[in-house]
């Protein structure tokens, strides 16, 4: 009888677990590449790589045949982050404060967070480096990695924690994984939104040895459509830095098993925007910054284990903005937004249940003014030429004479879609805010500034660039500022200065108020970057160090103004370069 009562207790406690576990919310991770075209995967049937981990997504869940993103990365972000088209949210660039997305969208992170789960983002952000632009201020509670749109060094650089600087430990993509995995075992007890966005393969073109060596002499098999087009040591880079991140998805899958979470978690792969360089790529014309078929497919890889069938293929349309609405009716999160959203859920085609969502659907790219559109059949692309992208994936026949009827109501439809979204990009006055209570710490990098006179950029890319050539007094640099709160601020330059240029008088100022310093020390590490490159660099710059100059504590009072750094005195034949002006709220003038 006690057998019988002991076997009882035990048969209903294993049902009441199984129940428990079975009601957990499912945990999610989200992993972004950047750069990376449709074709650099060999699930995607590129003999050139192999991506067993990413590939596995596909085995073991489902496979996107016909994913949209924008032709380039911080509109992408915008788009998976809000569930909206980009210039909605005022994403109209890819640097100098274009980049930002607007304070009054919500985020998927918000809308996970506010749903009880812990959230974390490791990698590039690319929407707003200053609070309340950070991703700490956009429902991520941790933060690991860097703001900008891309990074200058990919071996132990200087990246990022919650806001405070921190050195990198290794190569950059090793690092934030790492990271991820930190995170994901800090969250056995509650479910997690863990977000991954690397930032390879974009350049510079930076990859260990141990990926690199099996590509440096390689005879690459499959080319780009234009062979004569293609940069082969780009391509070999390219496909490192992709074998690379495989590994660290890899190393992910494996720390979930390891944790028992596997099972429960959502995992979701895909790309930014087409390749960054001419290589093979499905036959499909544009790459990176077009918004041809070639610049906007991408990946997209989702695994959740008994609930997505093994080998599931989607072959409907499907965009980035459907990934916030997706994700959130898979966790059973209701969408809360003032906002309509743009994206539409697609679990149905996921979990195998009928799919309600529109047969006749239209998915817009758009880029520098440039509007396509596709359905699930037809591409009408910026010039308002009509492809049909069963029979013509590369575009190469206009079909416009054939089906003149689809040609009109595409034209159409991208007209009324540029009149009710094109407004929204008007001409970009947001300032940089700084001196949040929260968040005291503002860094106002040369990428958001404004040289003036000699002074120029260290190279073409603003991001992660430094001003330099500041020879005259009459040379000025400038940030559009606005001041939330009014206290005690000190103002730091992150600068180099040559021996023989030591003793320049600063001047920072704002408004009435000025900071200002006398430059004392020499400081003049060389450049560094180009003994790790594997392909010479474009147009972005090469790093070095920087030294913190204080130039005091000033009392600053609330509002907008234009923060202005000049020279009052010139003793050698310039004056300093300068990577970044640092404002930090040390008291506020009304203490909470």
């Given at each position: ?10 048969a ?19 992993i ?6 449709w074709g ?13 981990h990413?590939d ?41 404060g274009?980049?930002r ?16 789960y ?25 933060y690991?990695?860097?703001?900008s ?5 990919y ?17 950059i ?7 991820a ?6 969250c056995?007890d ?8 690397f ?6 073109m ?10 440096k ?8 459509q234009t ?16 074998e ?11 720390a ?44 997209l890889l ?25 994700l959130?009716?898979?966790a ?10 743009d994206g ?5 085609l ?13 998915i817009?790219s758009?880029w ?7 359905t699930?059949?037809?591409r ?9 992208m ?17 040609a009109?109501?595409?034209s ?10 094109l ?19 503002a ?13 120029r ?18 040379d ?22 040559a ?6 008088e ?19 590490p060389?450049?560094?970057g180009k003994?790790?490159d ?23 009072k ?10 009052l ?5 310039r ?15 009304d203490?909470?």
């Amino acid at each position: 009888m006690r057998f019988r009562t002991w076997f009882v207790l035990v048969a209903l406690l294993l049902q009441i677990t199984a129940s428990v576990a079975a009601a957990k919310p499912p945990n999610v991770v989200v992993i972004l590449s950047d750069d990376q075209g449709w074709g650099d995967l060999s699930v995607h049937g590129n003999v050139n790589l192999k991506t067993p981990h990413i590939d596995s997504l596909a085995r073991d869940g489902a496979l996107f045949e016909r994913f949209y993103v924008c032709p380039v990365c911080a509109p992408t972000r915008a788009e998976f982050l809000t569930g909206r088209y980009h210039p909605r949210g005022g994403v109209r660039g890819v640097t100098s404060g274009g980049e930002r997305l607007d304070l009054d969208e919500r985020t998927i992170a918000e809308t996970f967070k506010n749903a009880g789960y812990a959230t974390g983002a490791f990698g590039k952000w690319h929407n707003g480096t200053q609070f309340p632009y950070h991703p700490n201020a956009r429902g991520f509670n941790e933060y690991y990695g860097f703001t900008s749109g891309h990074w200058g060094e990919y071996f132990n650089p200087p990246l990022e924690h919650n806001g405070r600087p921190v050195l990198g430990k290794g190569y950059i993509t090793d690092d934030l994984t790492d990271h991820a995995i930190s995170f994901i075992r800090g969250c056995e007890d509650r479910p997690f939104f863990c977000y991954l966005p690397f930032n390879t393969p974009h350049s510079p073109m930076q990859v260990p040895d141990r990926f690199y060596d099996k590509f440096k002499s390689v005879n690459l098999k499959m080319r780009a459509q234009t062979p004569e087009r293609e940069d082969l040591l780009m391509t070999r880079a390219a496909l490192a830095m992709c074998e690379n991140l495989d590994w660290n998805v890899g190393r992910v899958l494996k720390a979930l098993e390891e944790l028992s979470l596997d099972k429960n978690t959502i995992v979701v792969y895909f790309s930014d925007n087409g390749p960054n360089s001419w290589r093979w790529n499905g036959g499909m014309r544009g790459r990176k910054g077009s918004t041809d078929e070639g610049g906007v497919r991408s990946p997209l890889l989702i695994r959740w284990p008994g609930h997505i069938r093994p080998g599931t293929q989607v072959t409907k349309i499907s965009a980035a903005i459907d990934l916030l609405p997706t994700l959130a009716s898979l966790a059973g999160i209701p969408v809360k937004s003032d906002k309509p959203l743009d994206g539409i859920d697609v679990s149905s085609l996921l979990l195998g249940t009928p799919f309600e969502g529109q047969t006749d659907r239209l998915i817009f790219s758009h880029w520098n003014g440039n509007v396509s559109v596709r359905t699930q059949d037809y591409r009408l692309d910026a010039t308002n030429r009509l492809y049909e992208m069963v029979r013509d994936p590369g575009q190469l026949h206009d079909a416009t004479r054939e089906h003149p009827e689809v040609a009109s109501r595409l034209s159409q439809a991208v007209a009324r879609w540029k009149a009710e979204v094109l407004t929204d990009l008007k001409k970009d006055d947001r300032p940089f805010p700084v001196g949040y209570r929260e968040f005291p710490i503002a860094i106002l990098p040369a990428r958001d500034g404004r040289p003036h006179g000699n002074v120029r950029r260290s190279a073409n890319a603003p991001n992660c660039s430094y001003f330099t050539n500041w020879t005259s007094v009459d040379d000025r640099i400038t940030w559009d500022i606005d001041v939330n709160t009014g206290g005690r601020y000190e103002a730091v330059i992150q600068y180099t200065c040559a021996t023989t240029d030591v003793g320049s008088e600063l001047e920072l100022s704002l408004n009435e108020h000025q900071f200002r310093g006398k430059v004392s020390e020499a400081y003049d590490p060389p450049l560094r970057g180009k003994e790790h490159d594997r392909v010479p660099r474009g147009g972005e710059s090469y790093v070095k160090d920087f030294k913190p100059l204080s130039l005091g504590i000033v009392r600053l009072k609330p509002g907008r103004g234009l923060l202005t750094l000049r020279a009052l005195s010139v003793p050698g034949q310039r004056i300093i370069d300068v990577r970044s002006v640092v404002l930090s709220l040390v008291e506020p003038d009304d203490p909470l």
